[in-house]
């Protein structure tokens, strides 16, 4: 289980003041408590979750997005789609009127497009793209989810829809491409960046459509956002967003109770009860997207032998170990897909013909946090 805690209250000093909307106050400035730098601010080279907290969720959206809280999918910057009755090819029709953000060094002079999603997607599957070696060329998401074996070829029909051929029929290609990784990024911005000399300012500056524009970045200090007041759900409902970078669990659990931040990433799970008793904190408690394995090296004996392996299996206190070490903050994992997925084994006790042995592992803070309000 993730545990994310937020403060029930929003009245520190620290927060600017207040605004009215829809009959309802909302602070001007929301500071979260975030685990650590993001490695880059573009998501399709990244891998950390502070990457994708502080770029895919902020700055960036993608065709389609899961709807807060679930593993559903729902339309984004593609309001509508069509699957083929062979399940091979999805049609996307693009949302119109979705504006890029502008920054010191660029300032778009169109609206989102298929451009935009034929660029994102062929620089990462297509070697000989132009753009594929910018920021590293190392798409490592893509890569592993099969992403360049599983498409066929992507299509411009026109410049509000997108035709997706597939290799095969492939259930998981839609929850596949709502991941951060596949971010929507912006052409106009990276053939200006390029032309200029200074390619390295699209993984430094990004500009997206999301809900928040990057202001501000001091490594291991923190992250400021301003309210994206053109997003096309609507504009935040707080003007300011900071990412106070604090690495330490217990750090971030003294700092929320202080009210130094509102939004805190996950706190270690022996804190979990005490929080849950601060009247003025709410632990928001969803169930994790990963897990712990424990594997075994085959190439060494007697691990080579399968009877060796389930028997060692069969000998772990799985749960005595949950118990001990997570404190109630994570569970049994049935199989290597977590209990939320597609797929996920519910009956632990099937675990035992496996031959190996996993453990259930708190996720870290990712889409908990919607400060959209979306």
Not at 27 to 35: D, R
Not at 159 to 182: C, K
Not at 218 to 241: C, E, F, H, M
Request: with cysteine.
């Amino acid at each position: 289980m993730k545990s994310t805690v937020l403060r029930a209250v929003l009245t520190s000093s620290l927060l600017a003041s207040s605004v009215l909307l829809g009959g309802q106050a909302y602070a001007k400035t929301l500071v979260y408590c975030s685990e650590a730098n993001p490695e880059t601010f573009n998501p399709a080279i990244g891998t950390a979750d502070s990457t994708m907290d502080a770029a895919a969720k902020t700055i960036f959206n993608r065709l389609v997005e899961f709807k807060p809280g679930t593993t559903e999918v729902g339309p984004a910057l593609a309001e509508s789609w069509e699957v083929s009755a062979d399940g091979k090819i999805y049609t996307f029709h693009l949302r119109h009127g979705v504006k890029f953000q502008s920054n010191d060094h660029f300032t778009p002079s169109r609206e989102f497009n298929a451009d935009d999603v034929l660029y994102t997607f062929n620089r990462q599957r297509d070697a000989s793209n132009p753009y594929h070696k910018l920021g590293g060329g190392a798409y490592e998401y893509f890569n592993a989810l099969g992403m360049g074996t599983l498409i066929d070829k992507i299509d411009k029909v026109d410049d509000y829809t997108v035709r997706f051929t597939l290799t095969a029929a492939n259930v998981t290609f839609l929850p596949g491409i709502a991941l951060d990784y596949l971010s929507i990024l912006s052409l106009e911005q990276t053939e200006k960046m390029v032309a200029a000399g200074t390619p390295e300012l699209i993984d430094s500056e990004p500009v997206g459509t999301g809900p928040f524009v990057l202001q501000a970045y001091v490594p291991d200090s923190q992250i400021r956002y301003a309210a994206n007041k053109d997003y096309w759900r609507g504009p935040p409902k707080i003007d300011t967003l900071v990412f106070a970078v604090t690495p330490e669990p217990t750090t971030r659990v003294e700092r929320l109770k202080a009210n130094e931040c509102q939004v805190a990433a996950p706190p270690p799970p022996s804190a979990v009860a005490d929080l849950r008793t601060d009247l003025d904190i709410t632990v928001l408690d969803l169930k994790g997207q990963n897990i712990g394995i424990l594997g075994f090296n085959v190439e060494h004996q007697p691990l080579g032998d399968v009877r060796v392996r389930m028997a060692l299996a069969k000998a772990v206190d799985r749960k005595a170990i949950v118990d001990a070490v997570y404190a109630g903050a994570g569970a049994v994992a049935g199989s290597v897909v977590p209990p939320a997925q597609i797929g996920a084994v519910t009956d632990a006790g099937i675990a035992h013909r496996l031959i190996f042995k996993s453990l259930s592992w708190p996720a870290s803070f990712s889409s908990v946090f919607a400060p959209s309000g979306s």
